[in-house]
C-alpha cells in the first residue's frame, strides 16, 4: 500500500511538472536530492561506526551486562513471565540499552534476535505473545538519552547549537515510554482475563 501512495505522489508530482513547464526543475531536484542523500549517508556512516564501536567496546568490556544486571528489577516489571536469564532477556536489555544511548542503528540486530528468542517461547507461532507485544510497543516508544541521530543530522546541517534538543528529546521519550509500558499493561491485563 505505501508503495503504491509513494509511486502515486511521485506520477503526480511529475505530471504536475509537466503541465505547468517546471519537468526541468523537478529533474534537478531530483539529481541534488540524491547527491545530498549519498553525501549524508557517507557522512553519517562515520557516526554510526563510532557508535556501533562504542557499543561492541561496552559489550566486550561487560559494561552492556552490567548495566542490564541494573535494570533486571524494571526488566522484570515488563516481562514477568521471562527467565532473567535467559537469551530472550539479554537481547531485550542490550537492545533496551542501545537505544537509551540513541544507537537505534546498533540496537536492531538485538531486537532481531530478541524477537526469534521470544518467538522460540512462543507456545501460539501464529498470534503474538504477550511479550512480544510488549517489546514492540516499549522498542518503538524508545526512551532514550541521547538522540544521537538528530544530534548527527542537526550537526550536518550547521545548527548553531545541535545539543538543545537532548532535554526535550529525553522528555518526549520518556513520556511515550511511559504510555507504551500503560498501554501494554492495561491490553495484557484485558487479553489475561
Not at 117 to 124: D, F, G, I, R, V
Request: glycine share 8%; with cysteine.
Amino acid at each position: 500500500m505505501l508503495n503504491a501512495i509513494w509511486a502515486g505522489m511521485i506520477l503526480l508530482g511529475i505530471v504536475v511538472a509537466v503541465f505547468t513547464g517546471n519537468l526541468n526543475a523537478v529533474t534537478n531536484a531530483a539529481i541534488e536530492s540524491a547527491q545530498e542523500a549519498v553525501t549524508v549517508c557517507l557522512k553519517m556512516l562515520g557516526i554510526l561506526g563510532m557508535w556501533m564501536g562504542l557499543m561492541h567496546v561496552a559489550e566486550e568490556a561487560g559494561i552492556v551486562r552490567k548495566l542490564a544486571k541494573w535494570m533486571r528489577p524494571f526488566m522484570r516489571f515488563l516481562f514477568p513471565r521471562l527467565d532473567a536469564e535467559g537469551k530472550a532477556m539479554e537481547y531485550i536489555s542490550t537492545n533496551v540499552i542501545a537505544n537509551f544511548l540513541g544507537l537505534g542503528w546498533a540496537a536492531t540486530p538485538a531486537g532481531l534476535k530478541a524477537m526469534d528468542e521470544l518467538q522460540k517461547l512462543n507456545s501460539n507461532k501464529n498470534v503474538a505473545s504477550h511479550e512480544m507485544c510488549m517489546f514492540m510497543i516499549f522498542n518503538m516508544s524508545s526512551l532514550q538519552l541521547i538522540t544521537v541521530n538528530l544530534l548527527a543530522y542537526r550537526a550536518q546541517y550547521n545548527s548553531a547549537n545541535p545539543s538543545e534538543i537532548i532535554a526535550p528529546g529525553i522528555l518526549a521519550t520518556l513520556v511515550s515510554s511511559v504510555a507504551a509500558v500503560v498501554f501494554a499493561k492495561v491490553m495484557g491485563g484485558r487479553r489475561a482475563r
